[in-house]
């Protein structure tokens, strides 16, 4: 299977003035930073799903929050791909984080700038895929009247890890960190729902894989999950953009390594879905049968 090779260009903020001549923020404007900066860097498309309706306000819009500071441009381009195509994605600037600062009070732990480490094209691929699911679930809880209280990233859990003992070959054990794509809270009419987010892209051997469950079956057993969270409340979503055959295998995977009714599968296809929460779309891990993720009643 061929892969892809990315090639990343900045737009060259740092090398020029811009002028902002007649033009003012609105509140969905700093939303719009705000997402940005939280979800580390958007797609045009992305920023389109959570705020606009359709793509001409959003490029319009976008363009003049690039243009006038606020926002970083990055173009990634697909060159082993026919016809060529370019992807923009945005980060904030330091003046789109004097926004943050004035308006939500974020501080310089807050703010998170596009690193060349961020846009490594062996990793940036992976972050947009969490961001495409990430997306989804706000749109989704936003329709059905629910709130997304908290999503903890990759990032964090590195930033501000847990560690479990792993049992290896013989009586051998391993210290591994603890670190999911994504923690979730929800707010629902019928509860909270905390979930683990783990998104696959049909990369990574199964052994891997399991290897990461093996961590999160540990992790809430030993009762560090409890420890840190306050509650034992959990499901695992494991997400893949790959196919129903590698969904099947991960599942295979997640049995092997101890995993039962807490993991949840998804095959997420473009577009994305936007009920994904109330939408029976969801499998287990003993069938193909599709369930609602929060039933609305």
């Not at 013989?170 to 905390?194: F, N």
């Given at each position: 299977?061929?892969?892809?090779?990315?090639?990343?260009?900045?737009?060259g903020?740092?090398h020029?003035?811009?002028i902002?001549v007649?033009?003012?923020?609105?509140?969905r404007?700093?939303?719009?930073?705000?997402?940005?900066?939280?979800c580390?860097?958007?797609?045009?498309?992305?920023?389109?799903?959570?705020?606009?309706?359709?793509p001409?306000p959003a490029?319009?819009?976008?363009?003049k929050l690039h243009?006038?500071g606020?926002l970083?441009?990055?173009?990634?381009?697909?060159?082993?791909?026919?016809?060529?195509s370019?992807?923009i994605?945005?980060?904030?600037?330091?003046?789109?984080?004097?926004?943050l600062?004035?308006?939500?009070?974020?501080?310089s732990?807050?703010?998170?700038?596009?690193?060349?480490?961020l846009l490594?094209?062996?990793?940036?691929?992976?972050l947009?895929a969490?961001?495409?699911?990430?997306?989804?679930?706000?749109?989704?809880?936003?329709?059905?009247?629910f709130?997304?209280?908290?999503?903890?990233?990759?990032?964090?859990?590195?930033a501000?890890?847990?560690?479990v003992?792993?049992?290896?070959?013989?009586?051998?054990?391993r210290?591994?960190?603890?670190?999911?794509d994504g923690y979730?809270i929800?707010?629902?009419?019928?509860?909270?729902?905390?979930?683990?987010?783990e998104?696959?892209?049909g990369?990574?051997?199964l052994?891997?894989?399991?290897?990461?469950i093996?961590?999160y079956q540990?992790?809430?057993?030993?009762?560090r999950?409890?420890?840190?969270f306050?509650t034992?409340?959990?499901?695992v979503?494991?997400?893949?953009t790959?196919?129903?055959?590698?969904?099947?295998?991960?599942?295979?995977?997640v049995?092997?390594a101890?995993?039962?009714e807490?993991?949840?599968?998804?095959?997420?296809?473009?577009?994305?879905p936007?009920?994904?929460?109330?939408?029976?779309?969801?499998?287990?891990?003993d069938?193909?049968?599709?369930h609602?993720?929060?039933?609305?009643?």
């Amino acid at each position: 299977m061929q892969k892809t090779a990315y090639s990343s260009r900045f737009s060259g903020f740092r090398h020029r003035e811009r002028i902002r001549v007649n033009f003012r923020l609105k509140d969905r404007d700093r939303e719009i930073i705000r997402a940005v900066n939280d979800c580390r860097v958007l797609k045009t498309q992305q920023i389109q799903a959570l705020f606009f309706g359709s793509p001409k306000p959003a490029y319009g819009r976008l363009k003049k929050l690039h243009d006038n500071g606020y926002l970083e441009r990055h173009y990634i381009a697909e060159v082993a791909t026919a016809p060529a195509s370019s992807t923009i994605l945005y980060s904030i600037t330091k003046l789109g984080a004097e926004v943050l600062a004035a308006t939500y009070e974020y501080t310089s732990e807050d703010f998170h700038f596009a690193s060349k480490n961020l846009l490594n094209p062996a990793k940036l691929p992976h972050l947009l895929a969490v961001n495409d699911l990430r997306v989804a679930l706000t749109r989704a809880s936003h329709a059905e009247g629910f709130r997304l209280t908290e999503w903890l990233d990759e990032f964090s859990f590195r930033a501000n890890p847990d560690y479990v003992n792993i049992k290896e070959s013989g009586s051998k054990q391993r210290r591994k960190p603890v670190y999911p794509d994504g923690y979730v809270i929800l707010k629902t009419p019928l509860g909270e729902a905390r979930c683990f987010i783990e998104v696959d892209r049909g990369t990574e051997g199964l052994t891997q894989f399991r290897s990461q469950i093996e961590i999160y079956q540990e992790y809430m057993l030993s009762g560090r999950y409890q420890e840190r969270f306050q509650t034992r409340s959990l499901r695992v979503l494991i997400v893949t953009t790959s196919s129903q055959r590698r969904l099947d295998s991960l599942k295979k995977a997640v049995a092997q390594a101890g995993g039962g009714e807490r993991y949840w599968f998804l095959l997420l296809k473009q577009p994305l879905p936007g009920q994904i929460l109330t939408k029976p779309l969801w499998q287990k891990i003993d069938s193909q049968e599709l369930h609602t993720l929060i039933p609305l009643a």
